[in-house]
């Protein structure tokens, strides 16, 4: 079955490490986002890709760096820069670019810094 | 800054009745609008969407309504059951271009059994 992966599911980071989070989708879409979810405060644009080797920055990208070398995976690294990193991260994907085209989301990662 | 908006941040319904979730808008270019269902530690789930040359659309069990003129747009969720208890999100287009969809803060829906 087609789907969007994102993994782990739990994620515990030390201060001061990177930690990278995986996305991976097999659905041919062409446009791939990453967003962070705190209670509260809905879904933030972090960063987003919409073909293969380009990517834009999302309204919170400080601290964060992401790759997009193949249109199926765009992995995302937090980086010991992100103050506060402990959230939940939600990875999407859509098949065209711009209106018309809805996200098609993965299950999350939750991460936690100890 | 988000331009997506909910009037209330929890709602709880008796089993059965009908579930009213509001958002409103304030970028009047906006022209395309999404709901999403969160269940609890999952990703987000499409439910409808409407374009601004709606006013109404009907799904299974839902009804999305637009009002431009006020710029303010309801789920409706029809007999709602205890599997509709999530958070609901609006998502809207419109700025420019191929920007991305910009999310409000989410309503959470509680179903009383």
């Known amino acids: 079955d087609g789907g969007i992966t994102q993994s782990p599911k739990y994620l515990f980071r030390k201060e001061g490490q990177n930690v990278t989070l995986s996305c991976e989708q097999n ?28 990517f834009q920055k999302g309204d919170i990208a400080e601290g964060y760096s992401v790759s997009r070398e193949k249109k199926e995976s765009f992995p995302l ?33 939750r991460l936690t810094v100890v | 800054g988000e331009s997506v908006g909910l009037h209330l941040p929890t709602l709880s319904v008796q089993e059965g009745d009908n579930s009213i979730i509001n958002c409103a808008y304030s970028n009047s270019a906006s022209d395309y609008f999404i709901w999403y269902k969160q269940e609890s530690g999952k990703g987000p789930q499409f439910i409808i969407d409407i374009r601004s040359n709606m006013d109404k659309r009907q799904g299974q069990r839902v009804t999305v309504l637009l009002n431009k003129t006020v710029k303010h747009l309801s789920l409706q969720i029809a007999a709602t ?20 969809l910009v999310f409000g803060k989410g309503t959470r829906l509680s179903v009383i059994a």
């Not at chain 1, 405060?41 to 073909?51: E, M, W």
């Not at chain 1, 937090?78 to 299950?107: E, W």
């Not at chain 2, 509709?84 to 920007?99: H, I, K, M, Q, R």
């Open chain 2, 81 to 100: 059951q205890p599997g509709d208890s999530a958070v609901y999100f609006c998502a809207e287009w419109g700025f420019s271009g191929n920007t991305p």
């Open chain 1, 27 to 54: 659905l041919n879409h062409d446009a791939m986002y990453w967003y962070r979810q705190d209670p509260g405060q809905g879904l933030r644009l972090i960063y987003y890709s919409q073909i293969v080797n380009d």
């Open chain 1, 77 to 109: 690294t937090v980086t010991s820069a992100q103050k506060n990193p402990t959230a939940f991260y939600l990875c999407a994907s859509q098949i065209g670019t711009g209106k018309g085209y809805g996200y098609t989301f993965g299950s999350g990662t």
